[in-house]
């Protein structure tokens, strides 16, 4: 090989691995944010696959976590606890859960690096036992910590619109159609005493 072409082949691969160390260096937190995005991506997939031994596998021991519905459960077994009240058992709420959920911005890395927070957005779907099904758009908000070298849930917050979704759209259109069948029964009712009165 020429010692031309070599000394190019030498600059090219230099410049190259300077290329690689100047990204890498870039996000010094780009190999936790893999090992996050895995979390999310398990997570999701635990709550449509109704598992939720998979999901406690990606919490820490004392997660807090902050349902829907407003209830707290502390530690793994009140989120089994939890879990199985609403979609196990004779007595459960929902027959099954899905969602489909987006990160909403970069996670934020806090304490060195130990400690990070991340939101975004979910669309959740609903199969309740005593009705038919439901949409609903909510948000989400975690905090995860490196715990003995790996990353884990340890809150976990969930929260909706309360006065704009599915359910009050719903609601009301429900009292539209209570009101407007009161309407129309007044109005029988009155025809009705009319006649009678004429029929006198």
Same mark, same amino acid.
């Given at each position: 090989? #020429?010692?031309?072409?070599?000394?190019?082949? @030498?600059?090219?691969? &230099?410049?190259?691995?300077? @290329? !690689?160390?100047?990204?890498a260096?870039?996000?010094? %937190?780009?190999?936790?944010?893999?090992?996050?995005?895995?979390?999310?991506h /398990?997570?999701?997939?635990?709550?449509?696959?109704?598992? @939720? /031994?998979?999901?406690?596998?990606?919490?820490?021991? !004392?997660?807090?976590?902050?349902?829907l519905?407003?209830?707290?459960?502390?530690? %793994?077994d009140? @989120? #089994?606890?939890y879990? #199985?009240k609403?979609?196990?058992?004779?007595?459960?709420?929902?027959?099954?859960?899905?969602?489909? &959920?987006?990160?909403?911005?970069? &996670?934020?890395?806090?304490?060195?690096?130990?400690?990070?927070?991340?939101?975004?957005?979910?669309? !959740?779907?609903?199969f309740? +036992?005593?009705?038919?099904?439901?949409?609903? !758009?909510?948000?989400?908000?975690?905090?995860l910590?490196?715990?003995? =070298?790996?990353?884990?849930? +340890?809150?976990? %917050?969930?929260?909706?619109?309360?006065?704009?979704?599915s359910?009050?759209?719903e609601?009301?259109?429900?009292?539209?159609?209570?009101?407007?069948?009161?309407?129309?029964?007044?109005?029988?009712? =009155?025809?009705?005493? =009319?006649?009678?009165? #004429?029929?006198?």
């Amino acid at each position: 090989m #020429r010692p031309m072409v070599r000394l190019l082949l @030498v600059l090219l691969f &230099a410049s190259l691995g300077a @290329v !690689d160390a100047v990204a890498a260096d870039g996000d010094p %937190h780009a190999t936790d944010r893999q090992a996050l995005i895995a979390i999310f991506h /398990e997570m999701e997939a635990a709550i449509n696959a109704q598992d @939720v /031994e998979r999901m406690i596998a990606q919490m820490s021991p !004392d997660v807090t976590v902050t349902w829907l519905n407003g209830e707290v459960s502390r530690g %793994h077994d009140q @989120v #089994r606890a939890y879990y #199985r009240k609403m979609v196990r058992g004779d007595d459960r709420i929902l027959d099954r859960y899905l969602t489909s &959920a987006r990160i909403g911005a970069p &996670a934020r890395f806090f304490a060195d690096g130990t400690v990070a927070v991340a939101d975004g957005t979910m669309v !959740d779907q609903f199969f309740p +036992v005593a009705r038919g099904p439901f949409s609903l !758009d909510s948000n989400w908000t975690t905090t995860l910590a490196r715990i003995d =070298g790996k990353w884990k849930v +340890v809150s976990l %917050h969930l929260s909706a619109n309360v006065f704009t979704n599915s359910l009050m759209a719903e609601a009301k259109a429900a009292l539209w159609w209570v009101a407007a069948g009161a309407g129309a029964a007044g109005v029988l009712l =009155g025809l009705l005493i =009319g006649w009678m009165r #004429r029929r006198r």
